[in-house]
């Protein structure tokens, strides 16, 4: 299955059903007055953060969402019956945006040099500068998407003094119906960032029970994977790997900038560095570029709590990259690891417990 953490579903929720028109008709009972019941409620369209679904790829391939309609009302006060909701499980941190009506229809832009309008079908609305209408952050939180629309009234409502026979009955109103953009932020305390290779994935794998895939090839990591840290006293803390950073990710170079997103929410960020400098990299290079890449894509990152960890400490040169990286880059923490060989693992721990743990 594709990881998926942007899509574009389109929702109608169920219409009410009709009010009934209908007369009593019995043996020994003439004119046995109006007996036309409601019509059902329209179902509803729940999103629902779930602990089991970690990304939107379900909605990806079915992204018409449909809940069922009230039946009319019928004859005998009969209630006709409610349309049952639907409930769509997303991901713990999925933002839902409104997205305008006519999102469904590809746009046209104008051609500058055809001179005329041409269709443009990838419409994707940039959904950081909108504002969500929700935020399902926490385990089981719902939102009503599209609310059913409500049952119409049977005729037995409008008996009066003045009208024994009343024809009358209102129809269900319609259900809610619109665009929407889901998008996933994951939730987690620390995220990791860093050039691919750095060893994201080896540091995650050391201290938490999550098993990331690690190879010694760029961009082995192609979506977020979050670890959970055991800390002392029953803490806990969530830590997320993101596939690794290069220059111009901001600008949607490697698999970066789409990744970014996921850890918008961090609260505090680990700038994993290769400090051996494996295949001519340059430490120092490496960490300016990367505060430069996540200043770009949103400067509230650049904000953040931070710390270094000094990866890749047992292989040669690593020593004195650090001195050199020490002088050059003043006001972090840094952390000296070998994520390989789980040394140094321990102040990791800590410093997570410094902002995570028992207080
Ligand atoms: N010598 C040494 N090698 C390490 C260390 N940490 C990781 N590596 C190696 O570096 C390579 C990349 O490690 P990963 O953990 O996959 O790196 P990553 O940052 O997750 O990479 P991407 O997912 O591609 O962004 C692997 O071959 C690891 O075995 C370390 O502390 N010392
Ligand atoms: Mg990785």
Redesign the pocket.
Known sequence: MKFVDQVRVHAKAGDGGNGCCSFRREKFVPRGGPDGGDGGDGGSIILEADANTDNLSALYYDPNLRAKRGVHGKGKKKHGRNGAATLVKVPVGTLIYALPDDAGLGRTVLDEELGEEVPQHSHRPDLRTMQPMADLSALGEQFVLCAGGGGGKGNVHFKSSTNRVPRQTTDGEPGEEGWFALELRTIADTGLV??????????L?NISAAH??????????LNPIVGVVDLDGYARTTVA?I??LIEGAHENRGLGHEFLRHVIRCRLLLF?I?M?G?EGRNPVQDFRTLRAEIKLYDPTLAEKPAAIVA?????PDAEENLKVFRQKTRGLEILP?????L?GLDAVKSLLATYFGKK
């Open positions: 860093g050039f691919p290779n750095a060893g994201k994935s080896t540091l794998g990331p895939k690690v190879a010694a090839y760029p961009f082995t990591t790997d596939p690794g994993v290769d051996a494996s990866n890749k400490m047992d292989l690891v070998s994520a390989k060989n040394e």
